[in-house]
């Protein structure tokens, strides 16, 4: 079948599968020319790992040999459905392990479920027989369900305590206008910081320490955002922010119960501002990158998802016997260095104040941040012929997909 880009809001509702496998082919491309130290992973558990930070985690790990298991919640192809974006990137990725021969296997389901956390449990039991040395948590949801109690709790990107109003991008039109948003409730902000915050995070190394399942001196990585000033009243001072200052909260207990039982320790990573299904949805955070994205590029330090993991494996989290590198006096590793470097954000600032619809292409880095969004999806990758009639269903090695819910 012919795949084409169908856009709804902030979402491709289509993923085309060569485009996927070529767009996780570039990233590998990128680690396999990089050089790094000894001290590596050895066995990664990274838990979001079909798209975005959490991928290119994983495509990290591998080049420096370490065996994997990824958990997502993907949707296979059916009919003249396609699969989705993260289910072409997992089939590509175990591709590629099987021919560097390097263990890969994957689970398609609710992370947050205990079914789920089992069948992973079981999993590195029966394959690994424990030793996890490094656990990524890079879960992104609009809505959680709690496994205790069954309740649902659901998200929202509101800020807190009075009303906003900026300005915003329509990314497919380039429209420039103002978005005004009321301030959320307290129940708002409960489930926000119930869905995004860490207490899944906790959930899944209270299990592997409770089963034995992690190494000695094993870390565990949770990623958050800061971002800057402009953008504080709808993320870091919102309910998004609240989510994120709990899992900073909740490095601090893990930290302590992994000092306890195996002399590990948790840590907040902060990433630079991307373009990626999460981020797409937040309003004024394109308009932001957009500008962001020119700025950077301009001055050299423009990085995505792939060359950010890549140096926090390499420097951050590997780099040092010692102690790791770019950490904050809150003891957060910081990999968004580049994007708050003071120069970068004066000149974003700049344009900010500067930019409307009638200039918008001249002022921000929209084309390159539309490419960026298609290629979330597996479009506009070089390359690719998109012209080709192509298999919408793609396997993965390591699912079954009898056994799938949908």
């Not at 630079?272 to 700025?295: D, E, F, H, N, R």
């Not at 954000?345 to 960026?372: C, H, P």
């Amino acid at each position: 079948m012919l795949i084409e880009p169908k856009v709804r809001g902030f979402i491709c509702t289509t993923a085309h599968p060569t485009g996927c496998a070529s767009h996780v082919a570039a990233q590998l491309d990128y680690v396999k020319k990089q050089k790094f130290s000894e001290g590596g992973p050895k066995k990664v558990l990274v838990l979001g790992a079909s798209t975005g930070y959490g991928l290119a985690s994983r495509i990290a790990a591998l080049r420096m040999g370490a065996q994997t298991i990824g958990v997502s919640f993907e949707r296979p192809a059916a009919g003249k459905r396609t699969a989705s974006a993260g289910w072409y990137n997992t089939a590509a990725f175990e591709q590629e392990a099987a021919r560097l021969g390097i263990y890969a296997k994957s689970i398609n389901g609710d992370a947050y479920s205990d079914e789920v956390k089992k069948e992973t449990l079981d999993l590195i039991k029966k394959d690994w027989k424990g030793e996890v040395d490094l656990v990524i948590y890079s879960l992104a949801s609009p809505r959680r369900t709690d496994p205790k109690n069954g309740v649902v709790y659901h998200s929202v990107l509101k800020p807190i305590g009075k009303s906003f109003e900026n300005k915003t991008i329509d990314v497919m039109t380039g429209e420039i206008s103002q978005i005004a948003i009321e301030p959320a409730t307290e129940d708002e902000i409960r489930q926000t910081v119930a869905v995004m915050g860490g207490d899944d995070w906790a959930l899944w190394i209270e299990a592997l320490l409770k089963e034995n399942l992690l190494a000695p001196q094993a870390i565990t990585v949770a990623y958050s955002y800061i971002g800057p000033e402009l953008t504080y009243p709808i993320y870091r001072h919102g309910t998004i922010g609240r989510a994120k200052n709990h899992l900073e909260e909740t490095a601090t207990l893990l930290t302590a119960q992994l000092q306890k039982k195996v002399g590990g320790r948790a840590l907040v990573s902060v990433n630079k501002g991307l373009v990626t299904q999460a981020s797409a949805a937040i309003p004024v955070v394109p308009l932001y990158i957009s500008l962001l994205y020119k700025v950077m590029k301009e001055k050299g330090v423009h990085e995505g998802c792939i060359e950010q993991m890549w140096r926090l494996f390499s420097h951050g989290l590997y780099g040092q016997h010692d102690e790791y590198e770019y950490l904050d006096a809150e003891g957060r590793v910081r990999i968004d260095d580049f994007e708050m470097a003071p120069d970068v954000q004066e000149a974003v600032l700049k344009g900010w104040n500067a930019v409307n619809t009638s200039n918008v292409f001249e002022t921000t880095d929209l084309e390159g941040y539309r490419k960026d969004f298609y290629a979330l999806f597996g479009f506009g990758i070089p390359g690719v012929d998109y012209e080709k009639e192509v298999e919408s269903e793609v396997s993965i090695p390591s699912i079954k997909e009898e056994t799938l819910t949908e």
